[in-house]
């Protein structure tokens, strides 16, 4: 690109002389105005911020040297040259350090002229490629640094995968952790494992995604770092804390956080999934270990049915006090069945699963064998006193197929509760009302489920463990605590929707839902149709 040059001088047979006699044309230059005055030359340069000025340091109105500091002042990348007289020597030495280029002195030749702004163009072209390379080094640098922060993800996750693999060496954690972004006090493993309809099944890669994506999407309102990896088919979470916590305050936190995934994932995927969460350890290189504590804990969870989110036992009991207590375990089933309410009979079913689980000592079959033995003992109690031995609808082949068919120790549970309640009702004469603690339940779900509530806060709030609140929902309303408040907050939200001054995307949020990407997936499952649908239809009706 020519360099842009503009003449100033006030005589003009000196003007005509610059303009007419340099080739400019060989130096990459254009002449793009000239004055005859300081004045006017303020303006011109002002409009056409010239690359290279040529002035006379003395002319009517603004002499060079205003011009020249100008120049500089407004176009600092800009080349000034003086015309001067020897007389005006001392004048030029203070132009020079005003920010002139170079200096003429009259009476001009061509050739010298000419050799400075060819000076001049090489230095304005060397700065500008200077500029240009610095500006493509910071284009470049900027590219990789989002190159870089684009990458952290996957780097973390393969750093983790080579923790819990023991392939990093204690020495190499700090400069690692530095460029991987990663600052923690006290770090947790959570890893997820979903079902199917007919049992534990092997992810394939965009099962593993979707489920990821949905729960690295959940907000992180707990303030943790969050790490996603895979190992063995395990979905690993590293959930880093920013600050020490106390046990009881990382455990409450990692048990809302999982039962928060528990919701999305079961809402968004339509999967049920055992979550193990690993005890609060100090550093990154015992990561291998809580991989091994959560893997044992997911292979519990056949055992450990009663609740999804699995954590250890605080006290667990003996195996051996299990194996010696198991036969009495049952005679005081067999006893309470006779003497007790079936609410009271469901809540030592608790207690007595506990203990076949460990008496089975991980045989699923022994399992099965002492389930298959208590659903027979609720069948015969049945017969005994009522002398009816098809009331119950179902036979003793059937029943059987059912408890062999059972994922694990919670669908056992419910199932085991659903059977005593029936046995329990036809017994004594019909169903029942709902009971007063599943009454007070679900009051407070219906008045609460536009709050963030959960399992674990309404059991406390009525001074329950959240395994007991759940199987008495499950058992007397045949829902799940999920389903209750999702079932509460959609009902809430179809009257809104019938409801004309309320938008589409506005109901999600009154109802319980910070998403309306979530809401519209819970709606749509429960009710068949999208909430737009649902509300174009009502205003047809």
């Not at 099962?207 to 690295?216: C, D, G, N, S, W």
């Not at 044992?296 to 010696?324: C, M, Q, T, Y």
Request: aromatic letters at 8%.
């Amino acid at each position: 690109m020519k360099k842009k040059v503009i003449v100033i001088d006030d005589k003009p047979l000196i003007v005509r002389s610059i303009v007419q006699t340099i080739d400019w044309e060989r130096l990459g230059c254009e002449v793009i105005g000239q004055a005859e005055d300081g004045e006017e030359g303020e303006r011109l340069i002002l409009d056409m911020q010239p690359d290279i000025l040529i002035t006379d340091i003395r002319m009517p109105g603004h002499d060079g040297l205003y011009l020249s500091e100008l120049m500089h002042s407004r176009f600092p990348r800009s080349k000034t040259i003086l015309i001067t007289g020897y007389q005006e020597f001392e004048y030029a030495q203070r132009a020079v350090r005003l920010g002139a280029f170079d200096l003429i002195v009259k009476p001009l030749r061509n050739d010298e002229l000419y050799r400075v702004v060819e000076a001049a163009v090489r230095e304005i072209e060397a700065t500008r490629s200077e500029k240009h390379a610095v500006e493509q080094l910071s284009r470049d640098y900027s590219d990789l640094e989002q190159l870089h922060t684009n990458s952290l993800p996957a780097l973390r996750s393969k750093w983790m995968t080579d923790l819990i693999r023991r392939k990093v060496e204690e020495a190499d954690l700090p400069a690692a952790q530095r460029e991987l972004g990663i600052q923690y006090s006290r770090f947790s493993l959570i890893a997820i494992k979903p079902y199917s309809n007919g049992g534990e099944e092997s992810l394939t890669s965009a099962h593993r995604e979707r489920i990821v994506q949905t729960v690295m999407a959940a907000p992180e309102k707990e303030e943790l770092q969050i790490i996603d990896t895979v190992w063995n088919d395990e979905l690993l979470f590293v959930c880093l804390f920013p600050r020490i916590p106390t046990t009881r305050e990382a455990r409450m936190k990692l048990q809302t956080i999982a039962s928060d995934w528990l919701e999305r994932i079961r809402c968004l995927n339509g999967e049920r999934c055992h979550i193990a969460i690993g005890h609060l350890r100090k550093s990154l290189k015992e990561l291998g270990e809580a991989y091994s504590e959560v893997k044992a804990l997911l292979e519990s969870g056949f055992f450990r049915g009663e609740e999804e989110i699995l954590l250890h036992e605080a006290n667990p009991v003996s195996r051996e006090s299990g194996k010696f207590a198991i036969m009495h375990d049952l005679e005081n089933f067999n006893r309470m069945l006779e003497q007790s309410s079936g609410e009271e009979v469901i809540s030592y079913l608790e207690r007595f699963l506990e203990q076949i689980r460990m008496y089975s000592e991980g045989n699923i079959l022994v399992v099965k064998g002492l389930l298959s033995e208590v659903c027979l003992s609720t069948a015969r109690y049945y017969f005994r006193l009522t002398g009816n031995e098809f009331g119950l609808g179902k036979s003793i082949d059937q029943m059987l197929d059912d408890v062999f068919r059972l994922n694990s120790l919670k669908e056992a549970s419910d199932y085991l509760a659903g059977w005593i309640t029936i046995v329990k009702r036809k017994v004594e004469g019909g169903d029942k009302e709902y009971s007063l603690m599943v009454k007070k339940a679900v009051d407070y779900i219906n008045t609460h489920f536009s709050e963030t509530i959960n399992l674990t806060s309404v059991a406390q709030h009525f001074g329950i463990s959240p395994s007991y609140l759940s199987r008495l929902l499950r058992t007397e309303t045949g829902i799940n605590f999920v389903d209750l408040v999702a079932k509460a907050r959609i009902e809430a939200a179809k009257r809104l929707l019938r409801d004309p001054k309320y938008k589409v995307n506005e109901v999600g949020e009154l109802v319980g839902y910070k998403e309306y990407a979530y809401f519209y997936q819970v709606f749509k499952r429960i009710e068949g149709q999208s909430p737009k649908e649902f509300k174009n239809r009502s205003k047809e009706t």
